[in-house]
């Protein structure tokens, strides 16, 4: 939504402040849910949903089947992940 509409009228302004919220969701991690340290497919689609396997194999840097913090952050550095 443009910031310009934001500024304009009431109940959009608490739309936006909404919208503003709930930004900090898109940061979020996904749920480590095996407690292996790092997120296999099936945990970041918790997150991503759309994630394919392709994607996961790039993100997935030194291929061993999960992203660890350090290769989850190499992937939002280059815009593969919000
Ligand atoms: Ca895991
Ligand atoms: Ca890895």
Do not use: H, K, Y
């Not at 934001?6 to 936006?16: E, I």
């Not at 292996?36 to 194999?57: I, K, V």
Request: hydrophobic share 50%; proline share 7%.
């Amino acid at each position: 939504m443009p910031r310009s509409l934001c500024r304009r009228t009431t109940p959009l302004a608490a739309a936006c402040a909404l919208a503003l919220a709930a930004l900090p969701a898109l940061a979020a991690d996904p749920q480590d849910r095996n407690g292996d340290g790092g997120f296999n497919l099936a945990e970041m689609r918790t997150l991503w949903p759309d994630l394919g396997e392709d994607a996961f194999a790039v993100i997935d840097a030194n291929g061993d089947g999960r992203v660890d913090a350090e290769e989850l952050a190499a992937a939002r550095a280059v815009g593969l992940l919000p």
